[in-house]
């Protein structure tokens, strides 16, 4: 069974600083790869998104990350972070190979931007 | 297009009561789920269904039911409350047809059981 780990349970930053959220996972068979955000008292929304093709993928608001198979990995980066960016991330991964496709959900990063 | 709608949305019980939760998705998609949210666990699977008619269990499906008798609604059933089950609970929904599985999540119902 597929495990998800994001190593930081809580990462502070300054406004405009750069961030990197990471996250592993255990199977290095074919998955696919996401983020989701969750801001305060809201459910959760896909951020980015890894299915296959370029290892680097980016969302619409700045944020990137990058699949790296021999490190079963796939960390979250953000050049410089604005207040707004202040949510709970969660990765996940799907495994392609069992059929079902359920995807299993590490158990967050809360990111705080300070002023 | 309201996507996915949970109804509803706080609700407070006593130990032993009974309650159902509704989720409503209305992008014709055929896998839907039921999370829980707990403060640094992450989201965990309750159950989940793969179509009309099916469901099958998640990671904690312990103390809670569901049934998806239409393709758009599913539904958790709480028989007999316990404060454990405390907790936010989302519902999500994706697609089989593309090839990938994307969810989309409902806003969530926060559940005290006192």
């Known amino acids: 069974a597929q495990s998800v780990t994001q190593l930081d349970s809580q990462v502070p930053v300054f406004e405009e600083a750069p961030v990197e959220l990471r996250c592993n996972y255990s199977s290095s068979v074919s998955v696919y790869l996401f983020w989701y955000v969750q801001y305060p008292n809201q459910g959760l929304q896909l951020l980015l998104k890894y299915l296959s093709g370029s290892t680097l993928v980016e969302s619409i608001n700045g944020f990137e990350a990058e699949f790296n198979k021999s490190q079963t990995s796939f960390h979250l980066r953000k050049p410089s972070v604005h207040i707004s960016d202040t949510a709970e991330y969660f990765c996940a991964v799907s495994d392609r190979s069992g059929g079902s496709y359920i995807p299993t959900f590490g158990r967050g990063t809360s990111l705080i931007v300070h002023p | 297009n309201a996507g996915v709608t949970q109804t509803p949305k706080f609700r407070v019980l006593k130990t032993g009561q009974s309650m159902t939760l509704l989720c409503a998705q209305d992008?014709?998609?055929?896998?839907m789920y039921w999370y829980r949210q707990d403060p640094g666990m992450g989201l965990r699977l309750i159950h989940y269904s793969v179509g009309e008619g099916t469901t099958a269990k998640g990671e904690v499906p312990d103390g809670y039911n569901v049934s998806r008798l239409k393709k758009q609604n599913f539904l958790l059933g709480l028989e007999s409350a316990a404060p454990s089950q405390t907790s936010v609970y989302f519902c999500?929904?994706?697609?089989?047809?593309?090839?990938?599985?994307?969810?989309?999540f409902g806003p969530g119902t926060r559940l005290t059981v006192t």
């Open positions: 992008m014709n998609h055929e896998y």
């Open positions: 999500a929904s994706s697609s089989a047809g593309t090839g990938f599985y994307e969810q989309y």
